[in-house]
């Protein structure tokens, strides 16, 4: 199993205008970005409503809805709408949470792991989901494969969410196919743009299965983006895995993107002393109301509009 953990970080040299400054050598950070950087929104004409409305349509809020999930859907529709609708035929779901670790911990997610012949985690496990995906985590986008889901944190933010958003998604539309081949694909690690291989640089530990399953989920970050042109050999072979988002079947820590071997669970982190709580957050072990997300926004204007 998995558990990828995308992390972004402001922390870096001047680019783009933006000012940072290297953090101790024990927490390296994402790379400082080059030329493109998918921190800035991509182009409305790769823009689809409705990836929007298929991304929705999958979705759950847990709690309340917050104005945070409506831009987390617009960004979700920057992906093709057949790669969201292939997530929905297979079963995987979006959830929205005030941290990752409210999903990890919910009830739901229990339900999904039974579904699939998991076991809930241990007491102990669950101390350790609430720190590592929790408040403080800086944990602003993550992908568990053991649930097929892509958990978004609305009261949490973060520099270059949308990065770790499409990222995530990258690991939902390719982790299944890539799962148990990573083999097939170990020889796109030699022939790497610069921009992935900078990505792996960042604190990876040298496995080859997290390295390829890193890889592709950059590399469909960068296609979604519209920069297929930088991929080289990868492209190709991105595009053939992804003919097989809807089938059926059943990291390594990182303080810049993180994916976890044992769970097969991604995440996008930023520094958690960048991240800002967007007001006050449950506590994770009690549980909340579940709902579809459509239903928790109109109640939500409906009670802005008593």
């Given at each position: 199993m998995f558990n990828t953990k995308a992390i972004s970080n402001p922390q870096r040299r001047p680019a783009a205008g933006r000012k940072g400054a290297r953090r101790p050598a024990l927490e390296p950070l994402r790379p400082v970005p080059d030329p493109f950087d998918i921190g800035e929104t991509p182009g409305p004409s790769l823009h689809n409503a409705a990836a929007e409305r298929v991304a929705e349509s999958i979705a759950s809020t847990i709690g309340a809805h917050h104005p945070a999930i409506d831009e987390y859907l617009a960004w979700l529709g920057y992906a093709p709408v057949e790669h969201l609708s292939g997530l929905a035929a297979r079963g995987a779901r979006i959830y929205f949470a005030p941290t990752v670790a409210h999903y990890l911990l919910s009830s739901e997610a229990d339900r999904r792991r039974v579904q699939r012949g998991r076991h809930p985690p241990t007491p102990y496990e669950r101390t350790a989901i609430e720190k590592d995906y929790g408040a403080r985590s800086g944990v602003l986008a993550a992908y568990d494969a053991e649930t097929d889901t892509l958990v978004l944190p609305y009261m949490l933010s973060g520099p270059d969410k949308l990065r770790a958003v499409l990222h995530e998604l990258g690991h939902a539309v390719t982790h299944?196919?890539?799962?148990?081949?990573?083999?097939?694909?170990?020889?796109?690690?030699?022939?790497?743009?610069?921009?992935?291989?900078?990505h792996l640089d960042a604190g990876y530990a040298a496995e080859m299965q997290v390295l390829v399953h890193e890889t592709?989920?950059?590399?469909?970050?960068?296609?979604?983006?519209?920069?297929?042109?930088?991929?080289?050999?990868?492209?190709?072979?991105?595009?053939?895995?992804?003919?097989?988002?809807?089938?059926?079947?059943?990291?390594?820590?990182?303080?810049?993107?993180?994916?976890?071997?044992?769970?097969?669970?991604?995440?996008?982190?930023?520094?958690?002393?960048?991240v800002r709580m967007l007001g006050p957050i449950p506590d994770p072990r009690q549980p909340l109301p579940v709902q579809p997300t459509r239903h928790a926004r109109e109640a939500a204007a409906a009670q802005r509009a008593a």
């Open positions: 299944r196919q890539l799962r148990g081949r990573e083999d097939r694909y170990e020889y796109v690690l030699g022939k790497l743009p610069q921009r992935i291989r900078r592709f989920a950059e590399a469909y970050a960068m296609l979604v983006a519209g920069r297929v042109e930088d991929l080289g050999v990868i492209a190709s072979e991105l595009i053939g895995i992804l003919t097989g988002v809807g089938d059926s079947q059943e990291k390594r820590d990182a303080p810049t993107w993180k994916m976890d071997p044992v769970t097969c669970r991604s995440a996008s982190l930023a520094d958690p002393a960048t």
